[in-house]
């Protein structure tokens, strides 16, 4: 006689529409139940797409009919209201549990963004912060890759995500749920409502501090977040070179216009220190984040070299605040972490 594990099997074969997970291993199958070669399966999900049930149904019911031994299959399926993002005119909302959002923002892309925000997420937690971190670049997620995790989340009773945890800190990343040379292919709807699932419908418990690792510019994304979630600030990550500047400038106007502070300017790849010699080279130039800071008269918040261990550490998924906290970078990012957690818990 079929078992419902060998259903369970059989399942995981069937992919969430837009996903290549599979819909156990998202949590979906709430019960499966096996009488004789009769089968009955409870599928319980939240969309507000009529398609994606649909598809599901039809998939499931393939998967089952194609099982040795199953004579008859039925497939109820459950749907759920997701819940609804906040209107942009009700104004930004809390998210409960968490103190702190603080947006990691850039103009433009290459600057290191996502390795201040993974690097300052670590640095807040070991100073003893409890800390999450959103990869909110739902096209180019990087944050699974630089916290070395291929883990995929799991869903707890009430439908949330369950983060997936390093090194003490949650986190949620588009790439925990893609297979490595997946695209996630997303029109603008589509954008917002993941956005608003990957913030409101992760079960994120008590932090504070919950860091947002934005895609670079200023579009469907960034506007979602600053509309609808009260960030306590923002932080803006350049490069020296005026090119990076430029662009830089465009975020922090956008934070003004939407009444968010902007924290501080971090400055990334500001030298290089050649390990032979000890000589320092401005390869973009010099200054650059400096003077943008006074311009905007907030506080340049670090200067962070050119580092083998930074890079490494990127690649290998092992961030250098944890591993290499006594080179330049780790300790620029442990002064960083005490900057912000001062400017913020006087504010």
């Known amino acids: 006689m079929i078992s419902a594990e060998q259903i369970r099997d059989a399942l995981k074969g069937v992919k969430y529409p837009g996903f290549n997970r599979d819909i156990v291993s998202f949590g979906l199958v709430k019960d499966v139940r096996v009488r004789g070669n009769d089968v009955e399966v409870h599928i319980a999900l939240a969309t507000a797409d009529p398609k994606i049930p649909e598809a599901i149904h039809q998939a499931a019911m393939a998967a089952l009919r194609g099982l040795p031994g199953v004579s008859s299959a039925e497939v109820k399926i459950e749907v759920q209201a997701p819940p609804s ?5 009700s104004g930004p909302a809390r998210i409960d549990g968490v103190r702190h959002i603080i947006a990691i923002a850039s103009g433009k892309g290459g600057v290191g963004k996502s390795t201040v925000a993974t690097n ?5 937690q070991r100073s003893g912060a409890r800390v999450g971190l959103c990869d909110c670049d739902l096209y180019g997620p990087s944050i ?4 070395g995790s291929s883990e995929r989340p799991t869903a707890d009773d009430e439908n949330r995500i369950i983060p997936v945890e390093r090194y003490g800190v949650k986190l949620m990343s588009m790439g925990f749920l893609l297979d490595d040379d997946s695209p996630a292919v997303l029109r603008g709807p589509m954008v917002t409502r993941y956005t608003q699932q990957f913030l409101r419908q992760v079960a ?11 895609p670079p510019g200023t579009g469907d ?3 979602t977040i600053v509309q609808t979630v009260a960030l306590s600030g923002t932080i803006i990550v350049t490069t020296p070179q005026e090119v990076a ?3 830089a400038r465009k975020a922090s106007r956008m934070f003004a216009k939407t009444n968010v502070p902007v924290l501080g300017i971090v400055e990334n790849m500001s030298y290089f220190q050649c390990p032979s010699d ?3 080279y401005d390869l973009f130039g010099r200054g650059g984040g400096s003077r943008e800071a006074q311009r905007l008269g907030v506080p340049l918040l670090g200067e962070i070299p050119i580092e083998i261990a930074l890079r490494e550490g990127g690649d290998l998924g092992r961030p250098a605040t944890e591993f290499a906290p ?3 970078s780790g300790m620029a990012f442990a002064q960083i972490a005490q900057l912000v957690r001062k400017t913020v818990e006087k504010s």
Not at 206 to 213: E, G, K, N, P, T
């Open 221 to 223: 994304i960034q506007l």
């Open 144 to 147: 699974a890759l630089m916290f």
């Open 245 to 247: 500047l430029l662009d």
């Open 120 to 124: 300052l997420a670590v640095a807040l």
């Open 278 to 280: 000890g000589v320092q």
């Open 85 to 89: 993002a906040p209107a942009a005119a």
């Open 326 to 328: 006594d080179t330049v």
């Open 204 to 214: 994120w418990g008590d932090l504070d501090y919950l860091l947002l690792d934005l």
